[in-house]
């Protein structure tokens, strides 16, 4: 009797021995899941940041470029704007100049 109640003392501690590794190895099998899973979300996290960089950065290119056609079309049209307006005073300036020269050549003589 003494050698049954010692055998199920020994089964039974070898059982619980045999719950706290399932327990230990679950436990340990939890911890490494929950690290790679933040792991797993960092990686993700830092890929979403690096997508939305780059989709900032392209979008400023594209203002940039945007504002820079439009200061060269400003540029270009006020250039024209004073191109006409010389060509339309230059038939004056060529007779005033002219002028002056004859008077020169008439001081002169």
């Given at each position: 009797m003494?050698?049954?109640v010692l055998k199920s003392i020994r089964e039974t501690?070898?059982?619980y021995q045999a719950m706290i590794r399932d327990a230990q190895a679950g436990r340990k099998k939890s911890l490494s899941d929950a690290e790679q899973e933040a792991d797993n979300l960092?990686?993700?996290a830092q890929k979403d940041a690096g997508d939305y960089r780059n989709q900032r950065l392209a979008e400023a290119r594209a203002q940039a470029q945007n504002r820079y056609?439009?200061?060269v079309k400003e540029g270009e049209a006020r250039a024209e704007t004073l191109k006409a307006q010389g060509n339309?005073?230059?038939a004056k300036a060529v007779d005033f100049?002219?002028?002056q020269f004859k008077e020169q050549l008439h001081v002169k003589a």
């Open positions: 003494k050698t049954d501690e070898e059982e960092v990686q993700k056609t439009e200061i339309k005073n230059l100049i002219v002028s």
